[in-house]
Each structure stands twice: as structure tokens, then as C-alpha cells.
């Protein structure tokens, strides 16, 4: 897996380099070239890893230059599941003791889960915000029991589930990889999932860093991203809508891991800077648990709705136009490509962010299958 050098010292990096693959399948239905970033791969099983590692990685190189090797750190996370996941499991290899808040509607799998790696997990609030104002207010350590960091005392690191540079420096490093891995062919855009939109944020620095940043808003984007959500968590497309950041009132798809009422600043910013480059989108659950369905049957590969909600514009069909509703074609070509020829469409590279997710099996697939006729 590797380490991260520091100044002073290295450290296990806790998350890996996964494979961005060519699916003749998912291209076949797209009708464009679809490759698969595979981060379902991750150590905690979604690309939480990255940026949740990073900057728990950065934050132990801190804690030791200031405290020397026996800082005494603690990590404390917010999270619908996933980031709290990768938490765990980066503190593990890392070597420190971690503490964990996720809502009620964390599904009890998925509270297994972030037991088995931590000991201190709670259960608090009805969305991730309460479970985060939780773990700030109850959880963490008051400011007078953060005397040193030394032995003795709590060296507390706050990990938030997407909000934070080194975040979104972590999530950047999935285009440094596809760069290298599509040998010189040129991605036209990136497929991801949105919940608090940390991925989408470490998207943007990445594609800016490679392949170079566009000389004004209005300018055609080197590389564009379909930034997708589910109804019910669909907080970035409410703020786009709005033309302001939104709060919405609660979260009402089965997607949980994407249930952020309020996107992250900077996601909302990069919408306004980047008109042009980002483009968001909200499917059905039915849409998002089809897609998995459908995703498993062509990689055997299992993923939870908050991903399928990323593979959901391959596999939903859409009207090709108002005058003509009976020929469709793919959600995916209505945002991206209906105003190119079918050569030029065919011509297109089109990597999605398979971002995994831990909170699925099969039962729970079967459940999803069941409910919504799949």
C-alpha cells in the first residue's frame, strides 16, 4: 500500500491506486467510451480512503512535529457511514484510536461495520448535521482538556466527512492516476456522486492541476463533470436551482450515504465558477437500485445506491426529444452529448467515479430489488 513521506517521517498511506478499466459493456448501452474508476476497491471500500487518509495522515505528521512521536492523537468523525468507515479503517494502520458519530438512519449493517474497526461509535441525530453537532458539542474534548497533545492529554483531530482542503487533495488524486492510466487519451468528463460534494471538489482541483485550468468561466471546459444525486438528497441541485446555497429539510432517499442537507461552500462555488464545466443531475432511488442491479450483472461488482446513483445515467433510458418520445437514449448523452452526432458521441471518454460504499450485501439488495420492482 505504500507510505506518505513527511519531513520528519513516514506513515502508511491508507489508501491505494485502483484500476481505471474500459467496460465494453456500460459502453455498448452508453454508445462512448466508459471507463470504470474503480475506487470501490479502497482499504474501507469506497473513496472515502483518500481524502479522509490524507488528511489524517497530514494530521499526524502535525501532531508529532509539535509533540514529538508520542503525540497522544484522537480522530473524531461525523458520518452517514462511509467517511466514518474510512476513518476507522485509516486509524487502524495508523495506529490511533478513533471515535465515530453517525445518525440514527445509519442502517444497524452498516453500524457493524464501524464497530468491528472502532470502539466508540454512537448513534445520534436524524441526519449527518446533528451528528455532527453531536460529536462537536458531547464527544470531542472541551478546549481545557487540549493542554499539550502529549502523553497524558488528547491531541483531537476533527475529520469531517468532506468538508476540508486535504480532503478534496486527497479525492484529487483520482485524476492524477487517470491521466496515467488512459495512456495520453483525454477524459471529456467525469461521472461522480454528490452527497456533501467532496469528491466533486477534489475532482475540480484535480482536473485544474493536470490538465489545466479554462481562461475564464465562459470559456469550453477542458473536462466536464456530471455531478449526480438522488431525489430526496439532491442539495446541490436545490442550491443551483435557488442560485444560493440551500438547506433542505431533511432527507428522504434510501441513498443515505449521500443524505448531506447543505453542500459544502466550495462545492456550491465551483457550480457558480464553472458553469459551463459542471452539470448537475438527480435520478430516482429506483433509478440509482437499478443501476446497481444492472452494474452487478455486467462487473460483479456490488455497490450501494449512493454509487449507483453516479452509474444510474448509463442505464436509464430518456426520451431522444420531445417530437420523438418513443426513441430513447441514455440519461448519461442527454447531459453530456444530445447536441453531438452519433461519431462524435461515440468518440467520447467518459470515466465514472465508481465510488463504492459499504452499506450493501445482498440481502439488503434483494430488499431494494423487492421495493422498488427491480
Not at 103 to 118: E, G, H, I, Q
Not at 125 to 135: E, R
Amino acid at each position: 500500500m505504500g507510505s506518505v513521506q513527511t519531513d520528519t517521517l513516514e506513515l502508511p498511506q491508507p489508501w491505494i491506486e485502483t484500476p481505471c478499466v474500459h467496460s465494453s459493456a456500460l459502453s455498448k448501452i452508453a454508445g462512448c467510451n466508459i471507463y470504470l474508476k474503480l475506487d470501490i476497491l479502497q482499504p474501507s471500500g469506497s473513496f472515502k480512503s483518500r481524502g479522509i487518509g490524507n488528511l489524517m495522515v497530514r494530521a499526524v505528521a502535525k501532531a508529532r512535529a509539535e509533540y514529538g512521536p508520542d503525540a497522544n492523537v484522537r480522530f473524531f468523525c461525523s458520518s452517514g457511514g462511509n467517511a466514518g468507515l474510512a476513518c476507522a479503517t485509516a486509524a487502524r494502520q495508523l495506529g490511533y484510536p478513533s471515535s465515530i458519530v453517525v445518525p440514527t438512519a445509519t442502517s444497524d449493517y452498516m453500524v457493524a461495520k464501524v464497530r468491528a474497526l472502532c470502539d466508540d461509535v454512537y448513534q445520534q441525530g436524524d441526519n449527518w448535521a446533528a451528528a455532527d453537532k453531536y460529536l462537536r458539542e458531547t464527544v470531542m474534548p472541551s478546549p481545557s482538556d487540549m493542554q499539550t497533545g502529549s502523553s497524558g492529554s488528547i491531541y483531537p483531530v476533527y475529520v469531517p466527512p468532506f468538508d476540508h482542503p486535504d480532503i478534496w487533495d486527497g479525492a484529487s488524486s483520482i485524476v492524477e492516476e487517470v491521466a496515467t492510466q488512459l495512456n495520453g487519451a483525454h477524459p471529456d468528463a467525469f461521472v461522480c456522486s454528490v452527497g456533501g460534494g467532496g469528491l466533486m471538489c477534489g475532482l475540480m482541483d484535480g482536473i485544474d492541476r493536470v490538465y489545466g485550468v479554462p481562461k475564464s468561466a465562459d470559456s469550453p471546459p477542458i473536462t466536464k463533470i456530471l455531478a449526480v444525486e438522488t431525489k430526496g438528497a439532491d442539495s446541490l441541485m436545490a442550491s443551483a436551482s435557488a442560485g444560493q446555497l440551500v438547506t433542505l429539510p431533511g432527507i428522504s432517499s434510501i441513498a443515505t450515504s449521500l443524505g448531506c442537507v447543505r453542500v459544502a461552500e466550495q462545492t456550491y462555488s465551483w457550480l457558480k465558477q464553472r458553469p459551463t464545466a459542471i452539470h448537475p443531475v438527480v435520478v430516482s432511488d429506483a433509478e440509482s437500485v437499478n443501476a446497481i442491479v444492472r452494474f452487478l450483472d455486467d462487473t460483479r461488482l456490488l455497490a450501494e445506491p449512493a454509487c449507483g446513483a453516479a452509474l444510474a445515467p448509463v442505464y436509464t433510458p430518456v426520451a431522444l426529444s420531445s417530437t420523438a418520445p418513443l426513441k430513447t437514449t441514455t440519461l448519461l448523452r442527454q447531459k453530456l452529448g444530445a447536441d453531438m452526432s452519433d461519431v462524435a458521441w461515440a468518440e467520447q471518454n467518459i470515466v465514472v467515479v465508481v465510488c463504492g460504499g459499504s452499506n450493501i450485501s445482498l440481502e439488503i439488495l434483494a430488499e431494494f430489488r423487492e421495493r422498488f420492482g427491480v
